[in-house]
């Protein structure tokens, strides 16, 4: 799955499933405007805080440090900047990589957004073929080694979307 392609929304569901956070879709309401169209900013996860229902927290691991951070503790992912010296810099970019070696690069504006990424590649990798998207079967010394699809995955894991 090519998850650079996907919403910070569908990031941030994806996330929660993963770490078995509960969150509930709801509205986000802001001031203004006349009609009740006007007040709704889009739909949004939701993360209760406490047992009163009244006590609710935005859940938003993608850009929202405090939402990300254990998980990035947590999967020991390190995050490491451009070091692009031109001004204004050509090609600004920043990685995040797993300590078992899932990485994702993505916009320097966006790191806590490429953490994610890099999280989702770790829990969602193919434990069959480790990500390869195929596996080697060896024949012997008169026929060699094939190559196939990996069974589980087929082929789709992270590295093939």
Not at 35 to 47: E, F, K, T
Not at 129 to 135: P, V
């Amino acid at each position: 799955m090519d998850y650079s392609q996907l919403s910070d929304f569908e990031i941030n569901k994806l996330v929660a499933n993963a770490t078995g956070t509960q969150v509930e879709e709801t509205y986000q309401f802001v001031n203004g405007g006349e009609d009740i169209a006007d007040h709704m900013s889009g739909i949004v996860l939701m993360r209760k805080i406490t047992s009163n229902r009244k006590h609710w927290k935005l859940y938003d691991p993608c850009n929202n440090a405090s939402d990300a951070w254990p998980i990035i503790q947590d999967n020991f992912i390190s995050i490491i900047f451009d070091e692009d010296v031109n001004e204004p810099p050509q090609n600004a970019w920043c990685k995040a990589i797993t300590k078992t070696g899932e990485s994702h690069y993505g916009g320097e504006k966006e790191p806590i957004k490429t953490a994610m990424i890099a999280f989702l590649m770790k829990v969602n990798k193919c434990t069959f073929c480790d990500g390869n998207g195929f596996i080697q079967i060896d024949h012997g010394q008169d026929i060699g080694i094939e190559h196939k699809a990996c069974p589980k995955c087929e082929g789709k894991c992270y590295v093939h979307p």
